[in-house]
C-alpha cells in the first residue's frame, strides 16, 4: 500500500523520514495544533510551495533544464481562478471554467516555448523563459481594464469556503470548523495528491527517461528516445503543476496580484528552495520549500530587529534592513550551489548510505 | 544601412565564406516596410534614428556576452547587472562636476561625458575580471551551475547598489548641450542624443572590427569562437584569451549602461536585467557567439520596437518575443549561426 503511494520511491534515510513524518503531520493538523491565523496561514504557503517546487524541481533536477518562466505559470494559475471568479461571480462554474483554461493555457504556452527553444540548446530555453516571463510580467501589470494591473484583483470565493461558512455546529478539538478550515484542506489535499502524482510521473520509465537526458542528453538521443520532446513533455507537466499551485493559492489568499505570483523573487525563493532541499528528490522540494518559508517568516522579522538595532551605523543598518532580504537569498544561493549541490536530502542520503557500507563491511 | 554592410566586406577581405546577405536586405526591408505604416516621412526619419540609437546600445551590450560565449561556452546571466554598475558608477561623476554638466560650453560637456565612460569603463572592466574569477570559474563546463550561478550573482549585485545607492530611483540630466533636437532637413527633427549615441556606437563598431580583423588578437579570438581546442593545441592560452574578452564585455557593458542611462534618464538597480532580456533575444536573434548576427539583431529589435510603439503600443510589448519566434522559425540557431556551438 505505502509502496504504491509513494511509487518505491522512500526517503532513504531516517533522519529524513522523521523530519518529513512531522511535515506531513504537521500540515495535516495544522488547523487544530495550531491557534490564530498567522501559524494557518505559513501551512497553507508551505502547501503550495511544496508543489511549486515540486513542479520546479521536475525541470532543474530531474530534466536538467533551467527555465525562469515558473512563476509566469505560477501567474497563469493565479489570474485564471482570480479572473473567472472576480467577472461571473463567486460561482463553482466560474471557478472550474477559471481552472481549465488556466491549465490549459500554461500547459499550451509551454508547449510552445519548449518546442522553439529546446529545439537547439537547452541554454536558448533559460533564455527564453526569461525573455517570455518578463514580458509576461509587463503585460499583466499593463493590461490592468484585465488582470487590475500593480494593484491586483481582490474577487469572492464559492460560498463554502468563506470564512462564515460552518461546517459544524460545535467546534471540534476547540476549534470552528468554518470555511477558512475547509479552504485549507483544500489546498493541502491537492498539494498533496499532486505531489504523489509527481512522485510517480519520475519514478515511471518517463521519468527515468528524463533523467537519462540530464546525465547526457546526446547518449540519450542515439538510444533512440527523442531528447525534444520529452523536454517538452516534461516542461508541459511542469507548468501545468505551476498552474495548480497557483490556483490554489488564488483560493487561499482570496487575491492575485504581480507580487504575489508573478515577482522575480518568488523566481529566486523557488530557485533557493529546490537547491537547498536537493535538485532530483522531490522530498527535496518539502523540505526546502518548509525551512525556506518558516525562515522568511520568522527570520525576516529579526533581520528587521537587527537593522533596529545597527540604525547608528550607515553601511550595517543597509545591508541588514529587511528590505535586503534579498542580498542574503543571493549570497546563500551561490554558496548553496557551489558548495552544498546535494542539498539536506542529498547529504542525508549519502549519510545514510555511507552507515549502510560501514556496517555490512563490519559483517563481513 | 551602409554601415551593416561594414562586417560583410572585411570578411571577403580575409577570403572566408561568403556574406550571408539576406538578413542585412531583410533589415533593410523591414525599415523600408514601416514606412508606408507610419505614413510621414518625417515621424518614419525620427522612428529611424531612434530604433538604430538604441540599437547602437544594445549593439555595445550585447557584444561581450556573445563573444563570451562563442569563446569559451559560457553564458553570463550576470552580464546585465554590469550595465546597471556602469550607469551608477558614472553618478561618481556627475554628482561632483554637475557644474560641468550644466554649463553652455561644449567642451567641459564633452569632457565630463568622457569622464563618466572612462571611469564607467574602468570599474565594469575590473569588475567584470573580479566576477569571473569569483562567480564563473568554478563552474566552467557546468552549464546548468553557470547559470544559477551567474543568476545569483545578478542579484546579489544589484541588492549591493540598492545598498551603496539607496532603492530609489535616480534622475540624472544629459550634459547641457546634448540636450534638445536638431533639425535634418524641412520637418525632420533628430534628438541630439540619438546621434550621439549613433555615433558613440558606430565609434564602438569599427574598433571592435579592426581588432578582431586586424589585429593578432582578434585573430586568436575568431580562431577560438570557431574551435577552441585547436587554439589550445597550437600553444594559445585560450584561458587567458577568455579572461582579456570577458573583461573587455564587461567594459563595454559598462559603457552602453552610462548611454543607456543618459538615454532613459533615470536609474535604477534593475535596469540591468531589463536590459538583459533585450540583449538575450539579439543575441538569440543573431545567433549565439556570432559578432555580425549580434549587430543585425540589435537594429532589427531595436527597429521594431520603435516602429511598433509607434503604429501600436500595446503589441510593443510583446513584438520582440515575437521578432524572436518568426525568426526562429525560419532559422532555429538564430541568423548567423556559428558553427560548433
Redesign the interface.
Known amino acids: 500500500m505505502l509502496a504504491r503511494i509513494l511509487s518505491r520511491d522512500y526517503p532513504r534515510s531516517r533522519p529524513l523520514t522523521l523530519v518529513l513524518v512531522l511535515i506531513l503531520f504537521g500540515l495535516a493538523f495544522a488547523p487544530f495544533v495550531f491557534t490564530g491565523s498567522q501559524p494557518l496561514n505559513v501551512a497553507a504557503k508551505i502547501c503550495v510551495f511544496v508543489l511549486l517546487v515540486a513542479a520546479y524541481d521536475l525541470l532543474l533536477g530531474y530534466t536538467g533544464i533551467v527555465s525562469f518562466a515558473h512563476t509566469m505559470f505560477f501567474g497563469i494559475g493565479g489570474y485564471g481562478a482570480a479572473i473567472a471568479l472576480a467577472r461571473l461571480g463567486p460561482t463553482w462554474e466560474a471557478l472550474g471554467l477559471g481552472i481549465v483554461s488556466a491549465l490549459v493555457v500554461a500547459g499550451l504556452l509551454a508547449l510552445v516555448i519548449g518546442l522553439f527553444s529546446l529545439r537547439v540548446r537547452a541554454i536558448f530555453f533559460a533564455m527564453i523563459t526569461l525573455a517570455v516571463a518578463s514580458a509576461f510580467a509587463v503585460l499583466a501589470s499593463q493590461l490592468s481594464g484585465f488582470t487590475g494591473g500593480e494593484d491586483g484583483l481582490n474577487y469572492q470565493i464559492p460560498e463554502v469556503l468563506r470564512p462564515a461558512f460552518r461546517l459544524l455546529e460545535n467546534p471540534v478539538l476547540g476549534t470552528n470548523v468554518n470555511g477558512r478550515i475547509i479552504t485549507y484542506y483544500l489546498v493541502f489535499f491537492v498539494a498533496l495528491a499532486a505531489f504523489l502524482v509527481m512522485l510517480r510521473i519520475v519514478n515511471s520509465p518517463f521519468g527515468r527517461v528524463l533523467q537519462a537526458i540530464r546525465e547526457n542528453d546526446f547518449r540519450a538521443e542515439a538510444l533512440g528516445y527523442p531528447v525534444v520532446v520529452y523536454r517538452s513533455i516534461a516542461s508541459v507537466v511542469s507548468a501545468v503543476m505551476a498552474a495548480l499551485a497557483g490556483i490554489v493559492l488564488a483560493l487561499w489568499l482570496r487575491y492575485t496580484g504581480p507580487d504575489t505570483t508573478l515577482s522575480f523573487s518568488i523566481m529566486i525563493d523557488v530557485l533557493l528552495m529546490v537547491v537547498i532541499g536537493g535538485m532530483g528528490t522531490l522530498y527535496g522540494a518539502v523540505i526546502g520549500a518548509t525551512l525556506m518559508i518558516i525562515a522568511e517568516n520568522y527570520l525576516q522579522v529579526l533581520m528587521g530587529r537587527l537593522g533596529e538595532v545597527s540604525k547608528g551605523v550607515p553601511l550595517l543598518s543597509a545591508l541588514f534592513s529587511a528590505d535586503r532580504w534579498l542580498l542574503w537569498l543571493g549570497i546563500l544561493f551561490i554558496l548553496s550551489v557551489y558548495f552544498f549541490p546535494e542539498g539536506v536530502v542529498g547529504k542525508l542520503r549519502a549519510l545514510a548510505l555511507g552507515r549502510r557500507t560501514e556496517t555490512s563491511a563490519g559483517e563481513r | 544601412m551602409t554601415d551593416a554592410a561594414a562586417p560583410g566586406k572585411e570578411e571577403v577581405r580575409v577570403g572566408a565564406a561568403p556574406i550571408d546577405w539576406i538578413p542585412i536586405v531583410l533589415t533593410a526591408t523591414v525599415a523600408l516596410a514601416a514606412l508606408p505604416l507610419v505614413g510621414s516621412f518625417s515621424t518614419w526619419v525620427t522612428l529611424t534614428v531612434a530604433g538604430l540609437a538604441m540599437g547602437m546600445m544594445i549593439f555595445i551590450m550585447a557584444s561581450g556576452l556573445t563573444l563570451v560565449f562563442g569563446l569559451m561556452d559560457v ?1 553570463n ?1 550576470g552580464h546585465g547587472v554590469f550595465i546597471s554598475v556602469g550607469a551608477y558608477v558614472s553618478l561618481l561623476v556627475l554628482w561632483p562636476l554637475s557644474g560641468w554638466v550644466n554649463s553652455p560650453s561644449v567642451a567641459l560637456n564633452v569632457g565630463v561625458f568622457l569622464l563618466c565612460i572612462l571611469l564607467s569603463m574602468a570599474a565594469t572592466g575590473l569588475f567584470g575580471w573580479a566576477f569571473e574569477r569569483v ?1 564563473v570559474r ?2 566552467y563546463g557546468q ?3 553557470q ?3 551567474t ?3 545578478l ?2 549585485v544589484e ?2 547598489i ?3 545607492w539607496g ?1 530609489s530611483p535616480i534622475t540624472i540630466a544629459l550634459p547641457e548641450s546634448f540636450r534638445g533636437a536638431i533639425a535634418l532637413g524641412p520637418g525632420m527633427v533628430a534628438e541630439r542624443y540619438r546621434l550621439i549615441a549613433v555615433a558613440v556606437g558606430l565609434v564602438v563598431l569599427i574598433a571592435m572590427l579592426v581588432i578582431l580583423n586586424r589585429t593578432r588578437i582578434g585573430l586568436l579570438v575568431r580562431a577560438g569562437v570557431e574551435n577552441p581546442e585547436m587554439v589550445e593545441a597550437l600553444g594559445y592560452h585560450i584561458r587567458r584569451l577568455f579572461v582579456g574578452v570577458f573583461v573587455a564585455g564587461s567594459a563595454l557593458a559598462g559603457l552602453g549602461g552610462v548611454l543607456w542611462g543618459f538615454y532613459q534618464q533615470t536609474l535604477t538597480a534593475g535596469m540591468g ?2 536590459v ?2 533585450l540583449i ?2 539579439v ?2 536573434i543573431g545567433g ?1 557567439g556570432s559578432i555580425g548576427g549580434c549587430f543585425i539583431g540589435s537594429l532589427l529589435v531595436a527597429l521594431v520596437a520603435n516602429y511598433t510603439a509607434f503604429l501600436e503600443p ?1 503589441i510593443a ?2 513584438s ?2 515575437g521578432l ?2 518568426i525568426v ?2 525560419w532559422r ?2 538564430g541568423l548567423y549561426p556559428v558553427a560548433g ?1
Request: net charge positive.
Open positions: 553564458i546571466f562567480i568554478p563552474v552549464h546548468l551551475k547559470i544559477l550561478v543568476m545569483g550573482g542579484i546579489v541588492q549591493l540598492h545598498v551603496f532603492p536585467l531589463q538583459l532580456v538575450f533575444i543575441v538569440i549565439l500595446k510589448l510583446v520582440n518575443i524572436m519566434l526562429l522559425l532555429p540557431r556551438h
